[in-house]
Structure formats: C-alpha cells, structure tokens
C-alpha cells in the first residue's frame, strides 16, 4: 500500500508541470472534486483527504483515504482594444484578441492514514493556482518610441505561471468536538514571459523582463487549521495559511517588483456546515486572499512618476486583497448516490484603471456555479465527478500609456473533473 501511495504521488507531481489559470484571481476555487462541486465551501465539510489543502483539522475524522483525480479545464480570456482614436494613433492595435491554449489537464493526489484513534497524517499534491496567456500578435508592437529594435515588441505576447504544492498534514483530535491540524507546506512554481522588449525602456534590470525561457522557484510556508464539531448537526472550521515564502525569479527579476520575487500570498477561511434536514447538508465559507501583500501582484501599474520595474516600488498587478463567499449544498440522495452544488462570489480584483497589465493576466471571473455527484463503488470505493461554469466578466477602462484609448480584458470558464477515492 506505501509503494502505491508513493507511485501515484510521483505521478501526480510529474504531471503537474501543466499550466493552470485558476478561478478566484488566480487561486483555484477548490481542491478535489467534493470541494470544487460545492464551490470550495469545505472548510467545516470533512469528507476526504484533500480537504487538507482547506483545512488540516479535518483529516483526524476522515479515516484511512486514498484519492486521485484530474479535472479539464478550459479559460476563455483575451482583451479588446477600441478603435476610438484616428488610424495609426492607437497604442494598442484596434481588435478584440482571444489568447491560445483553451484546455489544461490537472492532476491532483491525497491520501490519509490514522496514526491511531486520535491522530492521523496525510499528503496532498494539487495546483495552487497560476496564469497563462498567449497572444499571437506583438500586444505592446507600438510602445517604443525610441525606434531602436532591440526594444520592439516580438511575437507572440503572454505569460506562463504554474504554481503546485505538496502538503504533509498532522491532524489530531482533542476531544470528542475539537480538531486541530497543520501542514507544513513545500511549493514549486515556474514562470516565463515574451513579448514584453519595449518594457526594457522601464526596468533596473533590462536584460531580466521578457524572453528568458522558464525560471523555476522555490519555497514553502504553513497551514494551520481548527474544526469544532458543535453538535450532530453544526460543524465549524477555521483555517489559515502564511505566505508561501518563495526565492526569487532572477530570469525576471527586472520585470517583478523587489527584484524577482513572486511569493504565494497569505490567506484564511472561515465557515460552517449544518445538517438542516436528515439528508441535506448546506454550508458557507467565507475566504480571504491577501494578494496586495505582494508587490509583484499589488502594486499598482498607474502612478503619477513611473518607477523602475523591478525596484521595490516596481510596477505590478495593481490587485487588491480579495473576499471569496461560498455556498454548498449536498444531498445524501440514496446509499450510493450523493448530489452536490454550489455558488461562490467574488471581490472585484483590481480597479479599471489596472487592466493594461493585466491583458497578460485577465483575471476578472468573480462569479463561479458548480454541480457535481459522488457515486459509492464495492469495496469502499467511490467516483466523484465536479461540474464549474464561470459567465464571461470584464474589466475595461483607460490608462496612462494608452492616453484616450478604452479596451477591456475578459475571461470565462468551465471546468470537469473527476475523482477515484477509497477508504480502507
């Protein structure tokens, strides 16, 4: 049983060299398919072992796990720049561009063991999130002005940022009501860019922002997490994770503010679970991602004196920190057969005036509608399937660098996946 367990872990951390754009700014709305078809309200829902990713509390109550699955998923995302300026003038060639690459596969793995009675360990490898974007045009082919070519925009333009993390959980039961647990985390991401030369004009490290192949980084942080099982009906959790202190891009480090750095930023959730019919169990977490306390994410791209990218006060993302309320619902329809669904909303992520630089990464989604099914095998087994469809958002506006020009970024989403568990 260990060689299985290791195998399909190598498996899944192989396979996760994938792109990934996730769904709440680039955090994905929720890990494995139980969670993902309720919309990531899980917090206080302990029914698997990738319920770690949300909160190491729950794996003390789960039991002896395995579970392996892989979801399709398909981001629709591109910009419009508007043709409101007389021919020629325009900073960003007039056309609505949808960018490359609709269709990623991602793998996920977690498994549980009890220590004894009270106690347990688990592992979880998943994507955290990313972003990709690719664009067969020169996006920014108009932004030198300088007319040396070493500065001209190539082709095509985008971005490629995979993150994933592997988990080792520690779960243990206090008492009869209270668990608490904690996953020291360990994260891998890589990340690459084109199309950006005439950048160069702005940056402390010119030869650093756009071109440079694949840089990989390294790093890790910690989970924390607290589940209360109140009564037989009413289950609360809480859970908290520190940023995910990262090493630098150096590849890049003339593109991101502080010379590189790209750490996985902090964030908390907070919700219940209630069975308010024998059968029917409804639940809420309320999330908070804390990207503004990253500058290569939060600083803003618009100011009055541009600094030098790269430099601490480098341009970034200009995103705000972001609030996340879900809302699941499951209903035990049968012995075998369990039904699912879920809705989740989201802050805004950043201001209009943000949405330049954000053609690279236009992740304005903030409304998610899930459904999904768990269906009971022999043998312990099951087969869970999650359903997302995400309605196309945009973000649209002006900025300094393109004068009156107006465009807009946009994306929409759908999502499958489907997972093998077994209990023994």
């Known amino acids: 049983m260990k060689k299985y367990v290791l195998s399909l872990a190598l498996l899944v951390s192989v396979s996760l060299s994938v792109p990934v754009e996730a769904t709440n700014g680039y955090w994905t709305h929720g890990y494995g398919p139980k969670s993902k078809s309720m919309a990531g309200a899980c917090v206080a829902m302990a029914f698997g072992a990738m319920c770690a990713a949300s909160n190491p509390a729950s794996l003390a109550v789960v039991g002896n796990r395995i579970e392996v699955g892989a979801s399709l998923f398909a981001p629709k995302r591109g910009y419009t720049a508007d043709d409101n300026l007389p021919p020629g003038m325009a900073p960003i060639e007039p056309g609505k561009v949808e960018s490359e690459n609709d269709l990623f596969l991602i793998p996920h793995f977690a498994a549980n063991y009890m220590l004894d009675e009270v106690s347990s360990i688990g592992i979880a490898i998943g994507g955290n999130g990313g972003m990709n974007t690719e664009y067969d045009r020169a996006v920014f082919a108009r932004f030198n002005p300088t007319g040396d ?28 009501q209270h668990s608490i647990g904690i996953t020291p985390i360990l994260s891998v991401q890589s990340f690459s860019a084109t199309g950006l030369e005439p950048f160069k004009l702005m940056s402390e490290s010119p030869d650093s922002v756009t071109g440079n192949g694949t840089d990989v980084s390294y790093g890790g942080g910690l989970r924390v997490g607290w589940l209360w099982q109140f009564d037989e009906q009413l289950k609360i959790g809480a859970s908290y994770q520190t940023k995910l202190w990262m090493s630098d891009f150096d590849k890049y480090e003339g593109l991101f503010a502080e010379q590189g750095n790209f750490d996985i930023p902090a964030n908390f959730d907070l919700g219940f679970s209630y069975i308010f019919l024998p059968d029917w169990t409804f639940s809420f977490d309320f999330q908070r991602i804390l990207f503004s306390d990253v500058n290569a994410i939060g600083n803003s791209s618009v100011g009055p004196v541009p600094p030098l990218m790269g430099s601490d006060e480098g341009y970034g993302f200009g995103w705000d920190d972001m609030n996340v309320y879900k809302f699941g619902l499951q209903w035990l329809y049968s012995q075998d057969l369990t039904l699912r669904a879920g809705f989740s909303q989201a802050s805004k992520p950043f201001e209009n005036q943000q949405a330049l630089f954000n053609i690279l990464a236009p992740a304005v989604v903030r409304q998610h509608y899930t459904a999904g099914f768990g269906w009971r095998l022999e043998n312990e087994s099951e087969i869970n399937v999650a359903f997302m469809y995400v309605p196309e958002e945009s973000v649209g506006g002006t900025n300094p660098m393109t004068g009156p020009q107006t465009g807009e970024i946009w994306m929409s989403q759908w999502e499958i996946e489907v997972g093998w568990a077994t209990s023994f």
């Open 149 to 176: 070519p070493q500065f001209d925009a190539s082709s095509p333009t985008g971005i490629d940022l995979k993150q994933m993390f592997i988990g080792i959980t520690y779960s243990r039961l206090l008492n009869e």
